[in-house]
């Protein structure tokens, strides 16, 4: 698939009247109150957020189940929604050297069953046919790894998924894609790293650099949201770890 932007990073392919809805949300009247989503936060995420805001980009940690990517979704629907981006792109790695192009269907159809959490919270958070339409239009896009070098993305919302299985260059790509009026959050968990060799991974080395990139965050999220025994399961499955790297050593 061939990918040609104009100068504002859209994507030209698209329908016409895709691209008309993509580029005048910021001109649109903004709304007077706050924006009600139908899952609210609670007030380790609300910090969450705070910082988000505050960040060009956020490095957001958690174990599975800390509500990393609901977080994402909901800053990035808030975002568009009071007109401070102009479209949602998702990027999330399926840790298969991002060769999909012997799947069947379009690029959505495509990546479907990886961008399932990723929609699945959208759809959570709002009305169901609105992000659907948000999908048909363009406004939320979807873009794999591979499609995104030599893009830029221009007063768009960027959340990168599952950022523990990309790798260090993969991430140094994906990172130069900002562009003026965006914001980025990469969502990540160490111990859900899927590559074969861990290493490969570029997450811990971009955590890194932390401290030593100005507008660049991490917060860690701690307060399971799924069931009490999510947590107990994945102590045990920790301390496992933990003892097999001390009989490597």
Same mark, same amino acid.
Request: proline residues 3%; hydrophobic residues 35%; glycine residues 6%.
């Given at each position: 698939?061939?990918?040609?932007?104009?100068?504002?990073?859209?994507?030209?392919?698209?329908?016409? !009247? !895709?691209?008309?809805?993509?580029?005048?949300? %910021?001109?649109?009247?903004?709304?007077?109150?706050?924006?009600?989503?139908?899952?609210?936060?609670?007030? +380790?995420?609300? @910090? &969450? %957020?705070?910082?988000?805001?505050?960040? &060009?980009?956020?490095?957001?940690?958690?174990?599975?189940?800390?509500?990393?990517?609901?977080?994402?979704? @909901?800053?990035?629907?808030?975002?568009?929604?009071?007109?401070?981006?102009?479209?949602?792109?998702?990027?999330?790695?399926?840790? /298969?050297?991002?060769?999909?192009?012997?799947?069947?269907?379009?690029?959505?159809?495509?990546?479907?069953?990886?961008? @399932?959490?990723?929609?699945?919270?959208?759809?959570?958070?709002?009305?169901?046919?609105?992000?659907?339409?948000?999908?048909?239009?363009?406004?939320?896009?979807?873009?794999?790894? !591979?499609?995104?070098?030599?893009?830029?993305?221009?007063? /768009?919302?960027?959340?990168?998924?599952? !950022?523990?299985?990309?790798?260090?260059?993969?991430? +140094?790509?994906?990172?130069?894609?900002?562009?003026?009026?965006?914001?980025?959050?990469?969502?990540?968990?160490?111990?859900?790293?899927?590559?074969?060799?861990?290493?490969?991974?570029?997450?811990?080395?971009?955590?890194?650099?932390?401290?030593?990139?100005? +507008?660049?965050?991490?917060?860690?999220? @701690?307060?399971?949201?799924?069931?009490?025994?999510?947590?107990?399961?994945?102590?045990?499955?920790?301390?496992?770890?933990?003892? %097999?790297?001390?009989? %490597?050593?």
């Amino acid at each position: 698939m061939k990918i040609i932007e104009d100068e504002n990073g859209i994507d030209i392919a698209q329908p016409k !009247a !895709a691209r008309h809805k993509i580029g005048n949300n %910021k001109t649109k009247r903004k709304p007077k109150n706050p924006i009600k989503f139908d899952v609210q936060l609670n007030e +380790e995420q609300k @910090q &969450a %957020k705070d910082l988000i805001l505050k960040n &060009a980009i956020t490095i957001l940690t958690g174990k599975a189940g800390s509500g990393k990517t609901l977080l994402a979704c @909901q800053c990035a629907l808030d975002e568009y929604f009071t007109r401070q981006v102009e479209r949602i792109v998702i990027v999330r790695s399926t840790v /298969s050297k991002e060769d999909i192009g012997y799947l069947p269907g379009d690029l959505y159809e495509k990546m479907e069953p990886w961008m @399932q959490p990723i929609i699945g919270n959208m759809h959570l958070l709002t009305k169901k046919d609105k992000v659907d339409t948000m999908l048909k239009d363009g406004v939320i896009s979807i873009v794999p790894i !591979a499609f995104m070098r030599g893009r830029t993305f221009v007063d /768009s919302f960027i959340i990168v998924d599952e !950022a523990q299985n990309v790798t260090d260059e993969q991430l +140094e790509m994906i990172l130069s894609r900002l562009g003026k009026g965006s914001r980025m959050i990469l969502c990540g968990d160490e111990n859900q790293n899927d590559f074969k060799r861990k290493t490969d991974s570029g997450f811990n080395e971009l955590i890194e650099m932390v401290n030593s990139v100005p +507008e660049l965050g991490m917060y860690q999220l @701690q307060k399971n949201h799924r069931h009490s025994v999510v947590d107990a399961i994945l102590s045990e499955y920790h301390k496992k770890r933990l003892a %097999k790297e001390q009989l %490597k050593t």
